[in-house]
Structures are given as C-alpha cells and as structure tokens.
C-alpha cells in the first residue's frame, strides 16, 4: 500500500515562505495524482494544488480564495517526492497541510475534492503568525 509522509512545516512569518515535501512509499509512486489539502481548525478539509503522474499538468480548487498565484506544487519522480512551495505566506493560511495520491484517472484542473483521493499522510503542521 502505497504511504505519503509529509515534512517541512513549521512556524513562519507572515510574508515568508516554506517548501513542504511529500514523500511516497513505492517506486511505482509515478502512477498516482498527488494533492495537497490543508485543513484548519474548526473548518473542512480544503484542496490547495494537484500535479498529475507525469507532472506534466497542475491544478488547483476552482474556487475565489484559491492559493495558485502564491503556492506551486511540483514533483521529482526519480525521488517519489512532491513539492508544494509557499510564498507570501498569510496567517489564514495556519492549517494542517496533508498530501494525498489518487489512482487514476482523475480530473486534474480544476482539482477534484478530498473524497476522490485513495491515499493520505499524516500531515504537517503549518503556523503563519508574527
């Protein structure tokens, strides 16, 4: 079975940056869609950015308060790890940032919500705050 394991929160600044890594289990790892969410306290589970097998296509949740002008999700398959780097980071954006893998197919842009992913990590904390 396929396992996701997350690394590289942390506290930051506001306007700071982080790269959050995902790591996979297996060298077939290249097969699956990988995603980050992040979840908040007190509220659902949101997308934040998805990169496709390949790494070929990116997307991110059609919705206004999308990340994708201050976030970038890309990954180095030779390694089985995905990236998500962060930049002008804002204090809405405190939350717990899990990865996930889904098995394809799966739409990729704009990306599909948490249900439709099949495996996930543990997470890692991220704390924007001054």
């Known amino acids: 079975q396929l396992q996701l394991v997350e690394s590289g929160g942390g506290l930051v600044r506001p306007g700071g940056s982080l790269r959050l890594s995902c790591a996979a289990s297996?060298?077939?790892?290249?097969?699956?869609?990988i995603a980050w969410f992040r979840q908040a306290p007190g509220k659902e589970r949101e997308g934040v950015a998805c990169?496709?097998?390949?790494?070929?296509?990116?997307?991110?949740?059609d919705y206004p308060n999308s990340v994708k002008d201050r976030f970038t999700i890309s990954r180095d398959n030779a390694k089985n790890t995905v990236y998500l780097q962060m930049m002008n980071l804002k204090p809405e954006d405190t939350a717990v940032y899990y990865c996930a893998a889904a098995r394809p197919p799966i739409q990729i842009n704009p990306m599909r919500g948490p249900d439709d992913y099949n495996y996930w990590g543990q997470g890692t904390q991220v704390i924007v705050s001054s």
């Open positions: 297996e060298i077939t790892s290249d097969r699956y869609a």
């Open positions: 990169i496709s097998s390949s790494g070929e296509s990116t997307g991110y949740p």
